[in-house]
């Protein structure tokens, strides 16, 4: 009796993705052709490799959201190296997705419950009219007079540290709604004429809420136009009521800048 050789042991390999999130329905695979980030790297996994996946991610970000540091892992049988993988993803995956580091990882390492930590970044710019180069990723905030942005720092900085965040965003699994937020800064960047204000916030924390960074961002914004003080701020923090009445700024300016691990 001829006894085949058995099968290699499949290896888990973790990869750093990113993407332009304008045209896909969010991150997660959902139910029939919907257009999702997941469904396409998977996609391009089994082209490559011949075999179906189901890959785990650092984070499930919305309908149009960006990410430059999206982490993912998944576990395929590859008799060639990592960069040969890396390779072969890039070359099948379209223009608006990438795979930009891809190695081998423990075979119980897990990019979502391993996580330290995520960092967020949210693009703004005040300009009378919209500016078509910064229109797809930054949010045009329509008004001449330019936010206070150090009244926008100081609202940022309370949020620092440990707060119950439930005025600003669901949980996506259980129930606490309660964070740790390590970075919370508003930036200044150059601004092409005519644009009249170019910011960034960045905010890296243990976790995020449903809507949590752009509901963030509408309230910063708020702060720095004057529609909003900082005692209302703090008393919506510190009231921890869901139902606070506060807009959340647009998807396309958030992006996942990078998941931080021990």
């Keep these: 009796m001829i006894r085949a050789d058995p099968l290699p ?36 996994i089994e082209r490559v490799t011949g075999q179906r996946v189901t890959l785990k991610a650092a984070g499930r970000t919305d309908t149009g959201v960006h990410a430059t540091g999206q982490v993912i892992a998944f576990d395929v049988v590859w008799r060639h190296t990592p960069a040969d993988l890396w390779r072969a993803l890039n070359a099948n995956l379209p223009d608006d997705v990438a795979v ?44 001449s007079q330019a936010l206070n942005n150090q009244m926008m720092q100081r609202a940022a900085d309370l949020l620092l540290g440990t707060h119950d965040f439930a005025a600003f965003g669901q949980p ?14 508003v930036q200044t960047l150059p601004a092409p004429p005519p644009v009249t204000q170019l910011l960034r916030y960045r905010i890296e924390a243990n976790g995020f809420l449903y809507h949590m960074v752009r509901r963030i961002v509408g309230a910063l914004v708020r702060v720095g136009s004057g529609a909003l003080s900082l005692e209302e701020l703090t008393r919506a923090l510190e009231g921890a009521q869901g139902d606070w009445p506060n807009q959340a700024a647009p998807a396309r300016g958030l992006c996942l800048i990078a998941v931080t691990y021990e």
Excluded: K, N
């Design 9 to 44: 042991a499949a290896t888990r390999y973790r990869a750093v993705v990113a993407y332009d999130g304008t045209r896909f329905q969010g991150f997660q695979r959902q139910a029939g052709e919907t257009l999702t980030v997941q469904a396409v790297l998977e996609a391009a």
């Design 100 to 143: 930009h580091s891809l190695a081998e990882a423990p075979p119980d390492f897990h990019p979502r419950y391993d996580a330290r930590s995520r960092v967020y970044e949210y693009t703004l710019y005040v300009a009378p009219a919209r500016h078509p180069l910064l229109d797809r990723y930054a949010w045009h905030v329509p008004v």
């Design 172 to 185: 996506t699994q259980g129930e606490s709604t309660v964070r740790q937020v390590f970075c919370s800064q």
